[in-house]
């Protein structure tokens, strides 16, 4: 067949035919007549610009010819997609495109562009789509032909706003961005039958939506699991009937009373997993994503400022040892998170439920770590905490891994318009403490807690509490020749630390030879639990991560991630906590009191022999300090949406907080905690802790400078020596310990933001919310998932023009908020949200005018300057 076809749109000369026009013309009938799959009985779509026609409409064969001889060929139709040719997104090569029609592009606007449907369906295709000549189309192709047909019809006579399929779609998001259910879908769609003509092509009910749009769904594998978690039946085992380890049956038996002619085995246990693969690809399927996905090679680092993890060392160190990899910007680069989560409320049954989250990080800030961006990989099934078990359920994604950086994948760049070998690799994981061990294969509990420290630690066992105490563990952090370390009073009795330094983080080589000296293995090897577990009795380690399975691994600067989240939290309780003297919950009891002066000097503290009580710590808060402090939090007043409401965590009766959720804690350590305890304690005591609070707001900035990272990392060590000077050994767990070494993970994988536990969480809950029915969880959330997966895709297109992401304001904003018409009014005085009430005027009290002044001289940034 000819594949010069600039004679398409040469049809006319001096208002003649061209010669050879009407050949060419018949030859195109000719070759649609041999497609029966795009026929409609002896119709023929016509592909003229003519509207009502433009491949939307079947005519008869003459009538086409008659329209060809007359019109023309619609704008952009080189390849013959609505008349059964080749791969919908490979043109012929722009050398053989007539001059006025050099780039091919479906969303050009003019004759013949296609519906923002008919582009939702293309992209959702992809180039990998096939249209046979000689035989019936395959089971992919006819999917994509009837969703066409879909989108091409009216969805009732003489209207032409939405098709069948575009409707669907759009209930689909609405359905899901709302979190309706199937039912109140059916209701909606049985009120639009009542409401439109009767020969409406609108589906009926859910089912029939769900069947429509189903071809524009990315794959899941079901794979069936043992009882205890011993294995999946996956790979080389997927025929086995036993489990190879336990020897417990694969398939539940049969019921006595029941027909035992069912159709399918059904198994003990499954878990669900969606290859990333297609869910990758898929980011290059849309002009509104794919456009975003070089953003990290092509923005400029400003200074030493780091505002994404491209800017960061360890990005630039796998780019160097890996050039050939990075040389493609359009590689993506994966974090991966794991936590668990309980589907029910805490009066129902006891159930874990495990997803593994994926998220790109080639996008730029403003998109990454979005829910549109986070892929649910692997969701591993309840009742269970897999625990160190964690790695026999990441097999597959670990083999996908390895296949996407060994040989790639083929990927269509819509936006480039060209073809690309896809790889990806996994820059590193995000978890909470007890998962880095589930992950990392590194014990985080008892006293080799630490995993930078790990058997270097100075941690000890409390003779009278048995806890694990890190008092006196940061002062070989210290400047060699500081103050502290001389010091034999504060700290633990007669102990010095000089010469004494941090012997530096290891790296993935050295890690990976001493687990294979020690002789750990893997989780799903044979024989591994009994050794694993004989071996972890004098190591630290606990097993052989799978993640050593990836190739690229050991080059890794950050392989795992302490969790600023969760650290920040735990680190603000034990504060509070014993700052409140709440008991059961204050690291200042009786028995922390007992071994005290045993570890370090503090005669002040001690039992009085007398009276057989303590005396009250100069870290601790009376009554009535108490009381102030809980009716000054009451009255606390944020901006709409910036923390919750404290006011309901103050109990003033038991003089105590309750039902502080994280982002509380967050907003009290770093904004309101130097406040608060201003007033109630001695420069000693309140110092040091606003000290730990502007690290940890300076730690969490949106951009970090190399400067400030190297001041954090020399002022912790001091203010937790400080700290240790004050509150008791007890007070010092394993969370008070691990922010001596964030500054260095900030320093060598970038801004807090994209590796911390906030999105995920905040993740996590939607999933919970996807759980309908509490007899199969996994099953609910995936159904949920693949759900809002399609509707995510489908809502780019909904706007006009060019599909674009869809714009998330927050709840304060609003599309003009940046419009004022006042271009001399300061920064700090334009809108920035909506009031919660009406205006209204009066007087200011004198120290409320000095307040408003002196905020607006700390806060105005056209003033900057001046303060200098």
């Known amino acids: 067949m000819e594949t010069d076809r600039s004679w398409m749109y040469r049809s006319h000369t001096n208002g003649l035919l061209t010669t050879g026009y009407k050949e060419h013309v018949k030859e195109f009938v000719r070759f649609a007549l041999r497609h029966p799959a795009c026929m409609s009985g002896v119709q023929i779509k016509c592909p003229c610009p003519k509207r ?221 997993y969606f290859p990333i693969t297609p869910r990758l690809q898929r980011l290059y399927a849309s002009k509104a994503t794919a456009r975003h996905m070089t953003w990290h090679a092509d923005h400029e680092m400003e200074g030493d400022k780091m505002c994404h993890p491209s800017d960061s060392p360890a990005w630039k160190r796998f780019s160097e040892l890996h050039s050939e990899f990075a040389d493609e910007g359009r590689n993506i680069r994966l974090g991966l998170c794991s936590d668990g989560f309980q589907p029910f409320t805490n009066f129902g049954q006891q159930y874990s439920s495990w997803p593994v989250i994926l998220t790109p990080y080639n996008l730029p800030p403003g998109m990454c770590m979005k829910d549109e961006f986070m892929f649910l990989t692997v969701l591993v099934p309840g009742p269970r ?60 509990a008892g006293r080799k807690a630490c995993p930078y420290c790990m058997e270097n630690t100075d941690a000890f066992t409390l003779d009278k509490s048995g806890k694990q105490s890190w008092f006196d563990c940061h002062r070989k952090f210290l400047p060699p020749y500081h103050q502290f370390r001389r010091n034999v009073t504060d700290f633990r009795k007669g102990k010095r630390e000089v010469g004494k330094r941090f012997a530096g983080v290891r790296t993935g080589d050295e890690l990976l030879a001493e687990i294979d000296r020690l002789g750990f293995k893997k989780a799903f090897e044979p024989g591994a639990k009994v050794t694993n577990a004989l071996l972890s009795k004098d190591h630290g380690w606990n097993k052989k991560s799978i993640f050593w399975d990836l190739p690229y691994w050991r080059t890794n600067v950050i392989r ?102 994280s982002h509380d804690c967050h907003v009290f350590m770093q904004r309101l905690l130097p406040i608060a305890l201003r007033e109630l304690f001695p420069k000693n005591v309140w110092e040091p802790l606003t000290e730990l609070s502007i690290f940890f707001r300076e730690l969490t900035s949106t951009s970090l400078s190399q400067e400030d990272l190297n001041r954090m990392e020399t002022e912790i060590p001091k203010i937790l020596c400080k700290l240790e000077r004050i509150f008791p050994p007890s007070f010092f767990d394993s969370m008070e310990h691990l922010p001596v070494h964030l500054p260095y993970e900030a320093m060598m994988a970038g801004p807090v933001q ?115």
């Open 754 to 868: 994209y590796r911390w536990m906030y999105p995920f969480e905040r993740y996590l809950r939607k999933l919970k919310k996807k759980v309908t029915n509490k007899g199969r969880v996994e099953g609910s959330i995936s159904s949920g998932y693949l759900q809002e997966e399609i509707a995510k895709f489908a809502s780019y297109y909904f706007a006009e023009g060019d599909p674009m992401l869809p714009v998330r304001l927050g709840r304060n904003e609003t599309c003009d908020m940046d419009i004022d018409d006042d271009a001399d009014r300061l920064g700090i005085f334009k809108p920035k949200g909506k009031p919660l009430r009406g205006s209204g005027r009066r007087y200011l009290e004198d120290d409320e005018i000095i307040a408003a002044r002196t905020y607006v001289l700390l806060n105005c940034s056209e003033i900057e300057e001046h303060r200098k």
């Open 385 to 444: 905490n897999p625990k160190h078990l964690m790695d026999i359920f990441l097999q597959p994604l670990i083999a996908e891994l390895n296949q996407l950086w060994e040989c790639g994948v083929q990927t269509y760049d819509v936006h480039k318009r060209q073809n690309f070998q896809l790889k990806a690799a996994l820059m590193w994981t995000i978890n909470d403490f007890p998962a880095y061990s589930m992950l990392s294969g590194w014990s985080t």
């Open 52 to 272: 009502g026609c433009r491949n939307t409409s079947y005519r008869d064969v003459d009538e086409v010819e008659f329209h060809l001889l007359k019109n023309g060929f619609v704008k952009g139709y080189q390849v013959w997609v609505f008349h059964g040719e080749g791969s919908v997104l490979n043109p012929p090569p722009l050398s053989q495109l007539p001059e006025q029609d050099v780039e091919f592009d479906y969303e050009d606007e003019g004759p013949g562009e296609f519906s923002s449907a008919q582009r939702m369906i293309l992209d959702a295709a992809g180039p990998e789509i096939t249209f046979p000549e000689d035989e019936l189309p395959n089971a992919e192709a006819q999917k994509f032909y009837d969703m066409m047909r879909a989108a091409e019809e009216d969805i009732w006579p003489g209207n032409s706003r939405h098709s069948p399929f575009s409707a669907s779609a759009k209930v689909m998001e609405i359905k899901c961005r709302h979190k309706g259910s199937v039912a109140l879908v059916d209701d909606v769609c049985g009120l639009i039958q009542e409401l439109l003509p009767e020969d409406n092509k609108m589906p009926t009910n859910f089912a029939k939506i769900k069947k429509l749009v189903k071809g524009l769904g990315l794959p899941v594998e079901v794979i069936d699991c043992c009882f205890y978690n011993c294995m999946i039946y996956w790979g080389e085992d997927a025929d086995l009937t036993h489990c190879k380890v336990c020897n417990y049956a694969r398939w539940k038996p049969v019921t006595q009373g029941k027909s035992t002619k069912r159709k399918a085995n059904v198994p003990y246990s499954k878990m669900f």
């Open 560 to 661: 795992h991630n302490l969790d600023v989240m969760h650290i920040e939290k735990n680190v603000f309780d034990n504060i509070f906590n014993t700052v409140l003297n709440i008991p059961g919950k204050t690291k200042d009891h009786a028995k922390s009191r007992e071994e005290l002066n045993d570890i370090c000097d503090r005669p002040g503290l001690a039992k009085d022999p007398a009276t057989g009580r303590f005396p009250k710590a100069m870290y601790a808060l009376d009554r009535d300090s108490k009381r102030v402090l809980l009716e000054w939090i009451q009255k606390i007043k944020f901006p709409d949406g910036y923390a919750s409401n404290l006011s309901r965590c103050v109990d003033l009766k038991g003089l105590k907080m309750h039902g502080m959720k």
